[in-house]
């Protein structure tokens, strides 16, 4: 972990227990969720067998993970967040499929060699410094012609001046935790270097909770139908990315 993200394991001890109170419930915040949601239930819809997810947080993305089947083990750099994680999937009586819960860091994975099926990581990336180490253990700790999902925030997209202004502070906007934006080049070099193609690339445009004040839901709904496929994706605000291990 670099020096500029050493402070982002306290964040999110810190906001473990406001985190989807916050994020999920405007109605800004239930339509990303709720579009996040269908988006991953559409890559993953063949997935079985063992899952690791990195980066869980209050496991909005487990939980449907576990009921399509997957065993899963979950590792976290903030245990205030597998705390949270733990509590809502036993909550949802998935307790018992849940192989592990392990502190630790995405950069060095306490797992070993194509230990799992598949990998998952949502909404994490946007605060690494180094996405490409990040990819490489991703990748590692699955097997060859097994798929992984992540997804990082795309600088170049509708909101580029706002991405330029977090990456010049490093910081997302009135929050003390990395922050950063990624250039889609930048990122197909990364998923090529760490041994994966990649094998379909879905576009995603959210609300900014920032910018939520601004009532731009329906403009935004609009700038998501566009930006799932073709060339407007590309200027999509977030960028999934599934990718196949050679
Ligand atoms: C924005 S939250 C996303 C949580 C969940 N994936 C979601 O989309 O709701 C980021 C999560 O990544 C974790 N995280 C941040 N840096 C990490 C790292 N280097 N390794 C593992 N987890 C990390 C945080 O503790 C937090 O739980």
Redesign the pocket.
């Known amino acids: 972990?670099s020096i500029r993200?050493e402070a982002?394991?306290g964040f999110?001890d810190a906001d473990?227990t406001i985190?989807d109170q916050q994020?999920w419930v405007s109605r800004s915040g239930v339509f990303t969720n709720e579009t996040?949601q269908a988006i991953v239930a559409k890559m993953t819809a063949d997935w079985g067998g063992e899952g690791l997810?990195?980066?869980?947080?209050?496991a909005?993305?487990t939980v449907p993970l576990l009921r399509k089947g997957l065993k899963m083990t979950v590792?976290?750099?903030?245990s205030g967040?597998l705390d949270v994680a733990r509590r809502n999937i036993e909550g949802a009586g998935f307790g018992k499929h849940v192989k592990a819960y392990r502190e630790?860091?995405?950069?060095e994975l306490p797992f070993e060699d194509e230990e799992f099926s598949h990998s998952i990581?949502?909404?994490?990336f946007?605060?690494?410094e180094d996405p490409g180490q990040?990819l490489s253990e991703m990748a590692r700790v699955i097997k060859s012609g097994s798929t992984l999902l992540f997804n990082y925030a795309n600088l170049c997209s509708w909101y580029f001046p706002a991405a330029m202004r977090i990456n010049s502070r490093g910081s997302a906007v009135g929050q003390e935790v990395y922050s950063t934006w990624e250039r889609p080049g930048v990122m197909e070099r990364h998923i090529r270097k760490a041994g994966l193609d990649l094998v379909t690339r879905t576009g995603h445009v959210h609300v900014p909770r920032e910018l939520e004040k601004f009532k731009l839901l329906p403009v935004v709904k609009v700038l998501d139908r566009l930006s799932r496929r073709g060339p407007l994706s590309s200027l999509a605000a977030v960028h999934f990315c599934l990718c196949r291990k050679r």
């Open positions: 972990m993200e982002n394991p999110y473990s985190y994020r996040q997810e990195i980066g869980p947080g209050t909005r993305f590792c976290d750099i903030s967040m630790g860091s995405i950069y990581c949502l909404n994490v946007n605060h690494l990040a």
